[in-house]
């Protein structure tokens, strides 16, 4: 079987070493290259074609979630894994909307990286057990009431054109600019998406988005 191959894309040179050690040596994995921006990372990676990317979210410039955005079309055979120290529902929600399949925070052993690394190379979608479970709330807490839930078909054709952007991970000034209009534009139709969807955040929009999308998709013949 052939080595699975993997960049890391973090501005924290002692964090790219210790993963870099971390990986070299083991089994069945080979580093490729680490990159200490988005900017070079936009650059090179698409060349390098790593097989997994373990991505930071927080860095100077742009941030590992828009990196994901923008190389997930280029790459769409590479999976993406935050590993990251924030683990609250937006970020992860971000992340995964832009295209991430994993999320881990930086704390995780090495043993249970590697483990997660192979889990997301064969399909897998490997989470910390409380990112995991904060994933698992959102969704029950949404389809724990169905009948009382507001339906994104309440919305205007251009409030949903703006949800739709939101859960594919755009910031407002990229939805701003995509759809032509002002950022304070965005912001009152943002508000209106959060005020008919009864949510309070970026990620419960997004999560109810999901969710309906999931329920009114037909169903495969059997």
């Known amino acids: 079987m052939d080595d699975i191959t993997l960049a890391i894309v973090d501005d924290d040179a002692a964090m790219r070493s210790i993963l870099t050690d971390w990986l070299q040596p083991a089994e069945g994995f080979r580093c490729l290259s680490d990159f200490g921006s988005v900017e070079e990372a936009l650059l090179r990676l698409p060349e390098v074609k790593p097989a997994v990317v373990l991505m930071d979210i927080n860095m100077p410039g742009l941030s590992g979630i828009e990196c ?36 881990l925070l930086k704390q995780t052993p090495r043993e249970e990286l590697l483990t997660a690394i192979r889990e997301v190379h064969a399909g897998g979608s490997p989470m910390t057990s409380n990112i995991a479970r904060k994933v ?13 839930t507001p339906a994104a078909e309440d919305l205007s054709p251009r409030e949903r054109e703006v949800l739709g952007l939101l859960a594919r991970g755009y910031m407002y000034k990229e ?3 995509s759809l032509g209009l002002s950022v304070p534009t965005i912001n009152t139709y943002i508000r209106r998406v959060y005020d008919k969807l009864q949510v309070k955040s970026r990620s419960q929009a997004v999560a109810r988005y999901v969710v309906q999308r999931k329920d009114s998709a037909p169903s495969r013949p059997r």
Do not use: N, W
């Not at 698992?136 to 009382?148: E, G, H, T």
């Open 68 to 103: 994901v955005r923008q190389l997930k079309p280029l790459l769409p055979a590479t999976q993406f894994v935050m590993l990251t120290v924030y683990e609250d529902a937006d970020h992860i929600f971000q992340a995964l909307m832009a295209g991430a399949s994993g999320y």
């Open 136 to 148: 698992v709330q959102y969704f029950q807490q949404l389809q724990a009431r169905p009948s009382q």
């Open 175 to 177: 939805i701003a600019d």
